[in-house]
């Protein structure tokens, strides 16, 4: 026998079933920091970032600026005008040769616990049909040079955009893109940008990030509840 339940308990049921797929789907999965709290690496070498832009500048922007998060998180960074130096004495300048030297190899150049390997997406200044954005994005992992072991890996992405809500009129929208793109590539609103990508990417303490590291009072307290 068929039972016709009423329309207002049907669309409840869906609702409720909308809710509970929707509450899956958005659920952040909760990153396994296994390797990472047996190595607990003390100080980081971070490699010249791949550039997959057409923007020259967003390998040594970006390498520049990751090393301010990870310092306040707590590691010990190797300076980037010693690291480059030291690759151009090797013989290395490219960013992709250099991703392919064997861990065991910089472990033994620099004495470095682990490495910072950086692959840009986005960077630069880009205008869009009636729009003007900076916009910067990178992937990142850490790898454990005594092990060869990836300890963690992420992914960020920062924009002028964000937050900007237009208006004015489409003729007002057009001299406004313009003109942002204009004081955007001019001031190099790109080297601006790739520091809020290395925070968000970075920082210790952000949902799936980085954990601290031994010269922080946070160390090894990740999940310790405070009174």
């Known amino acids: 026998m068929k039972i016709n339940y009423p329309v207002t308990l049907r669309l409840a049921a869906l609702a409720a079933a ?15 920091y296994t390797a990472f709290k047996e190595a607990r690496p003390a100080s980081i070498l971070v490699l010249p970032p791949i550039n997959n832009s057409p923007d020259v500048n967003g390998t040594y922007s970006m390498m520049s600026q990751v090393t301010q998060p990870l310092a306040e ?18 013989g290395l300048t490219s960013p992709n040769d250099i991703h392919d030297v064997p861990v065991k190899k910089l472990r033994e150049i620099f004495g ?9 997406k986005d960077y630069g200044t ?30 960020a992405t920062a924009s002028s955009a964000e937050g900007d809500s237009g208006g004015g009129g489409l003729a007002g929208v057009l001299i406004k893109a313009v003109v942002k793109q204009v004081l955007e590539t001019s001031l190099e609103q790109g080297h601006v940008i790739a520091g809020h990508t290395s925070n968000r990417l970075l920082s210790a ?12 009072s946070q160390h090894q307290k990740e999940g310790v509840q405070t009174k």
């Open 18 to 32: 909308t809710t509970i797929i929707g509450g899956c789907a958005t659920t952040r999965q909760q990153y396994d």
């Open 112 to 120: 470095a616990d682990a490495a910072l390997y950086i692959n840009i």
């Open 126 to 155: 880009k205008y869009i049909v009636i729009s003007s954005e900076t916009r910067v994005t990178a992937a990142a992992k850490i790898v454990d040079l005594r092990t060869g072991k990836t300890l963690w890996s992420g992914a």
């Open 73 to 90: 998180s707590g590691y010990y960074v190797f300076p980037v005008t010693l690291v480059d130096e030291t690759f151009k004495q090797n």
């Open 205 to 216: 303490a952000r949902p799936n990030g980085i954990l601290y590291g031994p010269r922080s």
